[in-house]
């Protein structure tokens, strides 16, 4: 990167602000996708939104790609630097500008960590709903980037449903303001929603105004084994039948179960061929009622075992064999690919098991966790990243897995993206007509094709 | 219209679908707007998505403008064909294609009427959430289009957050399908959303994906009599305060209470400066719970008088006061004009005073009801058409009031749309850059620029 740009932007952001030393670009090459990276020729961390707009400005005037960046915790390759050029990092913005009880809704800035956000929401008695497993290290900007999903989908939707405004900056350096303190808003065609899940390809989100919901007053967590996914599936039917949408449906197939409880010896009933955590928050008297309800259609369904635990810390507890499930597997190879597809509810089972005849097919270890609330699937394969030929299959075997997918009225990503990972199967789910129409959206924002080049939108 | 091409659009739907005779057309040169109407040069009646196809096709060849439109109860203008060319009546397209209890989901055609599929789900023990006050005659699509809102929009959100997947038309006649059956999806930008409040500006609707929910075991309506409006505003401030997110929160402002008095004849209390309807829906130990804890809130924050409706049957007759707002002022001029603007929730009193004296300064009668619950209102003015100065002054003061809700963090229309009416404002609310923006996205859609002109995105 020569040397006069790097001079620019520190006068943007001052010199510390900017790194050019090879030892902390390779930090900014990867995100957590395996086999993806490719270092950038700088990284600039601004601090306010005209930073921001100066950067991208002087990124445009010259056409070098700008691929902003949180915690890089995205698992498509969506913050890998592919074509080079300067990573946007956000983690200098991490100001919570407000949190309104009145309003409930909060003002952040991009580089806020989602558990933080969500913390300080609980501590005026509120909840920030979008709860993606990485909600952790992941940054609120990030998570609005991807539309970050997460175990509480069914019941309370995904991140595009409690974005309520953003402040962003076009490519171009102009500012833009979508949405605001509103619940209902319909000037102007739903760039809020347009930038929620485009993946820093069209905008860089320098503030957003997220809804919050009044805490609940209960959280309760059960779980029940079955014989079987399909007769879990079946369960999770009949609860959805019964007219309940819980807070929590996660199911664990029989591989990971074993797999979590060598990790967590936490005594899981290994002989199961599914684990299903099934849970609810709310007033305490529909909690305990709703509760009671799974656990009878749970035994009804033919579970062979269902506890209900009898208070949060309990339910913390089941529920950490689900949060576990990733790195329990990650223990048995030192390559991990953690995939995500969704297909409908009631196709989870004929997709599980499409997965387990797909990965005996071309011989490689695939486990199967997820989300049975709402279809959306986590097939996680292990492996010896020095077996090549082994990668090859994994390669062959998930690509097979997205086409099943689609087959099956699904789709290849359900919340972690489509980044680098999915671009080459985006035409096989969308077709190619609306491809084109995205690249269209994609020039009406980035003309010059600067802002995360590569990705969605290339 | 030239002669052939109405013999071309003839071959796609047969003759009979075609219409131009000037009678005909008159009906269609005018929604539920006032004072906009502008007659097209003939009407088509598609009944397939491959019509639509080949007649979006014809027309962007010739460039002839196609305006979509479902029951025509817009309310921004959307719907009038103001550049003329042809109006793309769905109302033959409306087919129930699916509804699955399963997957808590409907698949419909654009012209299915609201109602009708709320009804149908209902049937199934099932809910359609969005129920803008049109419901009866307006149609999905045209709900679709427009992002409509409603009284619940507080508790459930609006139109946006039902749409799981579309079917749509380009301009240029190409087939695309948005989203699907699934809760979790994320391959591409959202153009599920962006096509959804984009009112028929940027693809024509042929069918939609929409989410249900379990239908409320429970719902009850109470009312509460204010002094004033700031008194029934700290009320719903309270509310929310003690952490209860009621599905109906509206308000009737004094000039409303009097004139749905008189067309009614309920028995209103005249005397009192505001009404406010609140109102859930759920479990019923729950609804009951919150009932008469708004009950309490209500009477702490000094209401004259609360009642809570003992059964749904005196609920709906409570509602019946909010729901004859529209119809009890239109008796009072034979030209009404209904607005729509939003503002932040704690602000919403600050904006009735502010339209009162707006409407006291021009001298025109304005009477404001709406949903408190999300800060939407809805200022009526009252005139006679003939009285041209009137006119004038009612445009003035609007405009003004336009202004006052942006400068209140507010918006120009929470669930109208923009349409032709609203379009002269629209760079106030969104800066100039922004709707540069607009148009440029419009453009990736419709290079031709022949679907609805002259509304958003022109």
Not at 108 to 134: H, K, M, N, W
Request: charged letters at 20%; glycine letters at 10%.
């Amino acid at each position: 990167m020569d040397h006069d740009f790097a001079s620019a932007l520190a006068n943007i952001v001052g010199p510390d602000h900017v790194r050019t030393a090879p030892g902390e670009l390779s930090v900014y090459a990867r995100d957590a996708t395996p086999l993806f990276h490719q270092p950038p020729g700088l990284v600039v961390f601004p601090c306010t939104t005209s930073e921001v707009s100066r950067i991208l400005s002087l990124a445009s005037d010259r056409g070098v790609p700008v691929v902003p960046r949180g915690a890089g915790s995205n698992l498509c390759a969506a913050t890998v630097p592919v074509r080079g050029g300067v990573v946007l990092s956000m983690t200098r913005m991490t100001h919570i500008v407000e949190i309104s009880t009145d309003e409930m809704l909060a003002r952040v800035q991009p580089g806020v960590t989602t558990a933080r956000l969500a913390d300080c929401a609980e501590a005026r008695g509120l909840l920030y709903a979008p709860d993606p497993s990485s909600r952790v290290t992941a940054t609120v900007g990030g998570n609005i980037a991807t539309c970050a999903g997460g175990l509480r989908g069914l019941k309370y939707g995904v991140t595009r449903n409690y974005v309520l405004g953003l402040e962003a900056v076009l490519p171009t350096g102009e500012v833009i303001r979508t949405g605001g303190r509103l619940w209902k808003d319909v000037a102007g065609y739903d760039l809020t929603r347009l930038l929620t899940g485009s993946e820093g390809t069209l905008a860089v989100i320098t503030e957003a105004t997220v809804a919050l919901l009044p805490k609940p007053a209960e959280t309760l967590t059960g779980v029940a084994y079955f014989e079987s996914l399909e007769a879990a599936s079946h369960a999770v039917g009949q609860i959805i039948a019964n007219g309940i949408v819980p807070a929590t449906l996660e199911f664990l197939d029989k591989k990971c179960i074993g797999v979590v409880d060598d990790y967590t010896g936490l005594g899981l009933r290994r002989e199961a061929g599914a684990m299903l955590l099934f849970g609810d928050d709310g007033p305490a008297e529909v909690v305990t009622g709703n509760m009671s309800r799974m656990r009878r259609i749970c035994t009804e369904a033919g579970a062979i075992e269902v506890t209900v635990a009898p208070d949060v810390a309990q339910s913390e507890a089941l529920l950490a064999a689900r949060r576990c499930s990733l790195p329990a597997l990650s223990r048995l190879g030192s390559l991990t690919i953690l995939e995500d597809v969704s297909v409908p509810r009631p196709r989870l089972a004929e997709m599980v098991s499409r997965i387990d005849e797909i990965a005996d097919r071309f011989d490689i270890r695939i486990a199967t966790f997820g989300h049975a609330g709402d279809g959306n699937l986590h097939p996680t394969c292990v492996l010896d990243p020095d077996d090549g030929d082994a990668v090859e299959r994994a390669h062959k075997a998930f690509a097979e897995i997205f086409r099943t997918a689609i087959r099956l009225d699904g789709t290849i990503t359900g919340e972690h993206g489509v980044g680098a990972v999915k671009l080459p199967f985006l035409g096989e789910r969308l077709g190619q007509e609306q491809v084109e129409l995205l690249r269209r959206i994609k020039r009406a924002f980035d003309p010059a094709g600067i802002l995360n080049p590569g990705k969605l939108g290339s």
